[in-house]
């Protein structure tokens, strides 16, 4: 069953700019995570935010949550081509529960 | 360390045939997933072990397929017999905690004809 569900499903923008994306989930949680997937490959680890945490950045990363709404989102800033990837948020609930994945985001950076 | 190794990368076979798809975690990494990718379902989770141990298989989807972890540094997945909708991407992960991150393997695209 899916927990989270990313927002969009698609976007497209030009290298420069700042991309946005976000997740939804149904239940209350311990840990949300982001990850990336790169055509052809393995996800990739990018960043965990704890359930008491707001805000955390990593890089040109920024992960935001906002647990009253269940809502978390993922800023890239200044994208570059090599961040066309697919990225995915995954949230475990409290206890030791697998991670559940949502279905994705595929970011298109034109340069 | 070279990270989750899968093998083969790349897997085609006939309906009806067995497969076994391979995958060497990280070292001293206690939990071991097994996912399945597909466009129309996403990523699903299949099966995980903790400790070799296998703690949560409701995701396999029929009794088709199976896993084992025979020790800390190897768990294959079997499917037998082998059906066209099987064919998908099947990723092994693991982690050091079942609540860290997850390192995933480049993954097997098997297509089954």
């Known amino acids: 069953s899916q927990q989270g569900e990313e927002d969009p499903q698609a976007l497209s923008i030009q290298e420069g700019e700042n991309a946005t994306m976000n997740c939804s989930y149904k239940t209350s949680i311990n840990n949300l995570q982001w990850y990336r997937q790169n055509s052809g490959r393995g996800l990739v680890h990018l960043i965990l935010?704890?359930?008491?945490?707001r805000e955390k950045h990593s890089g040109r990363l920024r992960v935001t949550l906002d647990t009253s709404k269940k809502s978390s989102s993922l800023l890239i800033t200044a994208s570059r081509a090599a961040d066309t990837a697919s990225y995915f948020c995954?949230?475990?609930?409290?206890?030791?529960?697998?991670?559940?994945f949502g279905k994705g985001t595929r970011l298109s950076v034109i340069a | 360390d070279a990270g989750v190794i899968q093998s083969p990368r790349h897997e085609v076979t006939e309906m009806g045939q067995e497969v076994t798809l391979r995958c060497k975690p990280i070292?001293?990494?206690?939990?071991l997933f097994w996912y399945r990718q597909t466009m129309m379902r996403g990523l699903e989770l299949l099966i995980y072990f903790n400790n070799n141990v296998p703690i949560d298989d409701s995701g396999m989807p029929e009794d088709r397929f199976s896993a084992k972890m025979p020790n800390a540094s190897f768990s294959t997945l079997k499917i037998q017999p082998s059906e066209p909708r099987d064919s998908a991407v099947y990723f092994c992960?693991?982690?050091?905690?079942?609540?860290?991150?997850?390192?995933f393997g480049p993954g097997t695209r098997l297509t089954v004809l």
């Open positions: 995954a949230t475990d609930t409290s206890g030791n529960t697998p991670l559940v």
């Open positions: 070292s001293g990494h206690d939990y």
């Open positions: 992960a693991s982690s050091l905690t079942g609540l860290n991150e997850q390192f």
């Open positions: 935010i704890r359930s008491n945490e």
